[in-house]
C-alpha cells in the first residue's frame, strides 16, 4: 500500500475493493473525470497481491475502459481464486466481445448508458444507445449459450438534459425489451456543485423522484442511487456522515488507498459524497434485513468478521441494533 493507505488504520475489514485498473478509455464522455492517456498494459501483478492479502469480499473493476487491459481475464480469473469474492465489472459495452471473453469469473456486469435519446448520448458520451443495447442483448445471449448466470444493471448518470424528455424512460422500455431481468440504476451526476447536476435544484429532484415512481409504478427494475443526509435529504454542503470509507479499499491501477478523497481520518463526514460500494451501507445500518439477506457479499463472511462489523456498528451507529440481522452475511461450514 501506499502512504496514504499506511496512514490509515482506520479499515475495519475490506468489505469492498475497488480497483481502477485504468485511466485509459476508448470514449470521451463530457462529464469524465478520468485523464485517459492512450492505454498501455501494465504489470498488474501488485494490485494482486494487495488483494490476495486483504481478501476483500467484493471486487468491483472499473476504470477508464477496463477492457482494455488485454489481461483483464487472468487478472480476474486470479482475485477470483484467490479470495472466493464475488466480481462486478463496469464497463461502457462497446467491446461486447472483449466482454464475452472475460464473462466467466464475473458475477455483475455493470454498463453505463445514460439515454435512449441518441443525438443527446452522441453529444455527451459519442455512444449510440441502440448499438449499446445491441451489444447488451449479445453478451447475454452469450451467458444464456453458456449457462452462466451473470447479474446485467444499466447504470444511467441522470444530469439536466436527461430529464428534459423522455430519454430515460425510452431507455428502461429499451432494457426490458433486451431482458426483464436488467436492473436499471439512475444516479444523478456528482458533485452537486457540477453545473448540470440535478442534486442543487429541486425542480429538477422532483422530475426525477416522480420519474423514478413511475417506472416502479410499472413494475420496472429500477434503483434510484444517491446517499441520503438525515431526514431522506440529498446531502448539503456541510457534509454526509459516511461509514462506508472504514470498509472500502480503493485501488488505482497498482496503488491501493483508503480513505476515501472525500473524508479526513477520523471524521465520518463526507463533503464529497459519492454511491460507490453503496451496499456496504445496507450493512452496516441493516434498516432492511432483505437487503443484508440479498446483499452481493452474503455468505461470504466468517464469524471474525461479523464480530469485528458488529462491534463497530454497536460503537459508532446503533448500540441497540441487534447482531442477528448480519446472520445472512456468515459463511457457513468453515
Ligand atoms: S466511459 Fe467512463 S471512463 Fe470512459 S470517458 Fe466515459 S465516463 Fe470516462
Ligand atoms: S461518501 Fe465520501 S466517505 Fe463515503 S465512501 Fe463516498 S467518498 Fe468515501
Given at each position: 500500500m501506499n502512504a496514504a493507505a499506511a496512514k490509515?488504520?482506520?479499515?475495519?475489514?475490506?468489505?469492498s475493493l475497488e480497483w481502477?485498473?485504468?485511466?485509459?478509455?476508448?470514449l470521451n464522455c463530457r462529464y469524465c473525470s478520468k485523464d485517459k492517456p492512450k492505454y498501455s498494459e501494465k504489470d498488474y501483478s501488485r494490485g494482486l497481491s494487495v488483494i490476495k492479502k486483504e481478501k476483500p469480499k467484493h471486487i468491483w473493476i472499473g476504470g477508464g475502459e477496463p477492457l482494455l487491459v488485454e489481461s483483464l481475464g487472468a487478472i480476474i480469473e486470479e482475485a477470483r481464486a484467490s479470495t472466493g469474492a464475488k466480481i462486478a465489472l463496469s464497463t461502457n459495452m462497446t467491446m461486447p466481445d472483449r466482454a464475452i471473453d472475460v464473462m466467466d469469473n464475473i458475477d455483475d456486469l455493470i454498463i453505463s448508458l445514460d439515454t435512449a435519446d441518441r443525438d443527446l448520448s452522441m453529444e455527451y458520451r459519442c455512444v449510440d444507445p441502440f448499438q449499446i443495447a445491441e451489444n447488451i442483448e449479445k453478451v447475454t445471449a452469450a451467458a444464456k449459450k453458456k449457462d452462466k448466470s451473470i447479474n446485467v444493471t444499466v447504470n444511467s448518470v441522470v444530469y439536466r438534459k436527461t430529464l428534459e424528455n423522455d430519454g430515460i424512460a425510452e431507455l428502461n422500455d429499451m432494457l426490458g425489451r433486451v431482458s426483464g431481468d436488467i436492473y436499471h440504476i439512475l444516479c444523478p451526476m456528482f458533485?452537486?456543485?457540477?453545473?448540470?447536476?440535478?442534486?442543487?435544484d429541486e425542480v429538477y429532484l422532483e422530475r426525477f423522484r416522480g420519474l423514478v415512481d413511475d417506472l416502479k409504478k410499472k413494475g420496472r427494475k429500477v434503483i434510484m442511487n444517491y446517499p441520503v443526509g438525515d431526514?431522506?435529504?440529498?446531502?448539503?454542503?456541510?457534509?454526509y456522515r459516511c461509514y462506508r470509507r472504514y470498509f472500502r479499499l480503493r485501488m488505482i491501477e497498482n496503488d491501493c488507498f483508503s480513505p476515501c478523497p472525500g473524508a479526513d481520518a477520523g471524521n465520518p463526514f463526507c463533503h464529497e459524497p459519492c454511491n460507490c460500494a453503496a451496499f456496504v451501507d445496507d450493512i452496516l445500518f441493516?434498516?432492511?434485513?432483505e437487503a443484508v439477506k440479498c446483499s452481493p457479499v452474503a455468505g461470504r463472511f466468517t464469524q471474525d468478521d461479523i464480530g469485528k462489523i458488529e462491534r463497530f456498528v454497536r460503537e459508532r451507529?446503533?448500540?441497540?441494533?441487534?447482531?442477528?440481522?448480519?446472520?445472512?452475511?456468515l459463511r457457513y461450514g468453515n
Open positions: 490509515n488504520n482506520d479499515i475495519v475489514i475490506p468489505i481502477f485498473i485504468t485511466e485509459s478509455c476508448n458533485p452537486k456543485t457540477h453545473p448540470e447536476s440535478i442534486l442543487s431526514g431522506g435529504n440529498v446531502p448539503r454542503a456541510g457534509g441493516a434498516k432492511n434485513p451507529i446503533n448500540p441497540d441494533l441487534p447482531g442477528s440481522v448480519y446472520r445472512h452475511l
